[in-house]
């Protein structure tokens, strides 16, 4: 995998291909793998070099959460493993079905509990990073600063390192940035969509770690144009190449691509070494 490191919050230096946990459980609908497989994925995953984990204790269903699959794996933890968690609009199930405005993830005392219970479930006394999750990006009437002024005062507690936002606007960034420091931001991008152009720049220019989600599409994989051209002449698949496109894309960009199965896990690390060249790059547009 690349040997680039970026250092999430200014202090924790983590390479720039990291693991989502999000497939380990089918969460919110999909297959998963067997109990086995999940954690022999985790186990590989560090030894490939992986020390930035994304996960939430909302990441859990039928009995199988991803914060105790990650426990079981890892504890005790390696010194240089970043955990990343995220609490906010979909810490409830129940959240789903609500309009943005009521969702209840975002009160102070379910914030309080989403990170009490990533702590409790992780087997830690602090978190390393936690994104606050806005609701979709359709909503209105959802304000940022109270939910994120409760997660700074447990920050301030000693129960958080870094804080960071995720599915949010470019407006609801820039507030952020004045009611608190920013880690990272967490937000639907990929070589298809491209909307946080004007982001990734600006996260670039701060200095903060711009991840995206769903970096080779999630359940409606990227389609775009020459990509299988350009995966068939480095001999690699249309999702390596979808992922070192994002790496060269911005030297802020954190990768935390999912998988259960073993073997799309070394294809996703590999993505770290496959280079574009410049025709690759107008190709892909």
Same mark, same amino acid.
């Given at each position: 995998?690349?040997?680039?490191?970026?250092?999430?919050?200014?202090?924790?230096?983590?390479?720039?291909?990291?693991?989502?946990?999000?497939?380990?459980?089918?969460?919110?609908?999909?297959?998963?793998?067997?109990?086995?497989?999940?954690?022999?994925?985790?186990?590989?995953?560090?030894?490939?070099?992986?020390?930035?984990?994304?996960?939430?204790?909302?990441?859990?269903?039928?009995?199988?959460?991803?914060?105790?699959?990650?426990?079981?794996?890892?504890?005790?933890?390696?010194?240089?493993?970043?955990?990343?968690?995220?609490?906010?609009?979909?810490?409830?199930?129940?959240?789903?079905?609500?309009?943005?405005?009521?969702?209840?993830?975002?009160?102070?005392?379910?914030?309080?509990?989403?990170?009490?219970?990533?702590?409790?479930?992780?087997?830690?006394?602090?978190?390393?990073?936690?994104?606050?999750?806005?609701?979709?990006?359709?909503?209105?009437?959802?304000?940022?600063?109270?939910?994120?002024?409760?997660?700074?005062?447990?920050?301030? !507690?000693? %129960?958080?390192?870094?804080?960071?936002?995720?599915? =949010? *606007? @470019?407006?609801?960034? $820039?507030? +952020?940035?004045?009611?608190?420091?920013?880690?990272?931001?967490?937000?639907?991008?990929?070589?298809?969509?491209?909307?946080?152009?004007?982001?990734?720049?600006?996260?670039?220019?701060?200095?903060?770690?711009?991840?995206?989600?769903?970096?080779?599409?999630?359940?409606?994989?990227?389609?775009? !144009?020459? %990509?299988?051209?350009?995966?068939?002449?480095?001999? =690699? *698949? @249309?999702?390596?190449? $979808?992922? +070192?496109?994002?790496?060269?894309?911005?030297?802020?960009?954190?990768?935390?691509?999912?998988?259960?199965?073993?073997?799309?896990?070394?294809?996703?690390?590999?993505?770290?070494?496959?280079?574009?060249?410049?025709?690759?790059?107008?190709?892909?547009?």
């Amino acid at each position: 995998m690349t040997t680039e490191r970026f250092a999430l919050g200014g202090d924790l230096p983590v390479a720039r291909i990291g693991y989502g946990a999000m497939k380990l459980t089918g969460w919110p609908r999909g297959d998963r793998p067997d109990r086995e497989t999940a954690l022999a994925v985790l186990r590989r995953a560090v030894e490939l070099g992986v020390n930035h984990i994304d996960t939430s204790h909302y990441y859990a269903r039928d009995g199988v959460a991803a914060n105790e699959l990650i426990r079981e794996a890892l504890h005790p933890y390696p010194d240089d493993l970043v955990v990343v968690t995220k609490v906010g609009a979909l810490v409830e199930g129940s959240d789903l079905a609500l309009p943005a405005a009521e969702k209840t993830g975002l009160t102070p005392d379910n914030l309080r509990r989403g990170v009490e219970a990533n702590l409790r479930t992780l087997g830690v006394d602090r978190l390393d990073v936690v994104n606050l999750r806005m609701g979709d990006l359709d909503r209105t009437g959802t304000p940022l600063a109270g939910p994120l002024e409760t997660l700074l005062a447990l920050r301030e !507690e000693g %129960l958080i390192r870094h804080l960071g936002v995720s599915n =949010v *606007t @470019a407006a609801e960034f $820039a507030e +952020a940035r004045r009611i608190a420091p920013i880690a990272c931001v967490q937000n639907l991008y990929n070589l298809a969509r491209r909307d946080d152009d004007p982001i990734v720049d600006a996260c670039a220019q701060a200095g903060i770690a711009f991840v995206p989600f769903f970096p080779v599409g999630g359940f409606e994989p990227v389609t775009a !144009e020459h %990509l299988d051209t350009v995966a068939a002449r480095h001999g =690699v *698949t @249309a999702p390596q190449v $979808a992922l +070192a496109w994002l790496l060269q894309r911005s030297p802020n960009i954190l990768l935390i691509p999912g998988t259960g199965s073993p073997a799309h896990l070394e294809q996703n690390v590999a993505a770290g070494a496959l280079e574009l060249s410049a025709q690759d790059l107008a190709e892909l547009g």
